[in-house]
């Protein structure tokens, strides 16, 4: 069982950065991998992110690609999101997830665990 807590989410004007983080309950968070996805109002949830467990294989949406970056540190049970130039169509609720092993997928129906998920918010 995991239980993943994310925040620093806030309001920033396009352009801006915030980083992410999800910080992880259990002591086997180093044997999943991890996603970020999100989910703005009326729309589907929309991949981001994923690490591999060990943090050597990332993956980034080609939307976010060159702008956000996602990482890990198994010793201190959190994954982050490092977002940069923030458009307003980043504007959405993002959640991480959990998948058990080491193989990294964009579909959220793999993962098995999900925070609560944070507010972004860019205005223009």
């Known amino acids: 069982q995991v239980q993943l807590v994310e925040s620093g989410g806030g309001l920033v004007q396009a352009g801006g950065s915030l980083r992410l983080s999800c910080a992880a309950s259990g002591r086997t968070f180093s044997r999943y991998a991890m996603g970020w996805f999100r989910q703005a109002p009326g729309k589907e949830r929309e991949f981001v992110a994923a690490i591999s467990w060990t943090g050597g294989l990332t993956y980034h949406a080609d939307s976010v690609k060159g702008r956000f970056t996602v990482s890990r540190d198994n010793a201190k049970n959190t994954v982050w999101l490092q977002m940069n130039s923030l458009k307003p169509e980043d504007t959405a609720a993002y959640y991480c997830?959990?998948?058990?092993?080491?193989?990294?997928?964009?579909?959220?129906?793999?993962?098995?665990?999900w925070g609560q998920g944070t507010q972004v918010t860019v205005s223009s």
């Open positions: 997830a959990a998948r058990g092993g080491s193989y990294m997928t964009t579909g959220p129906n793999e993962y098995d665990y």
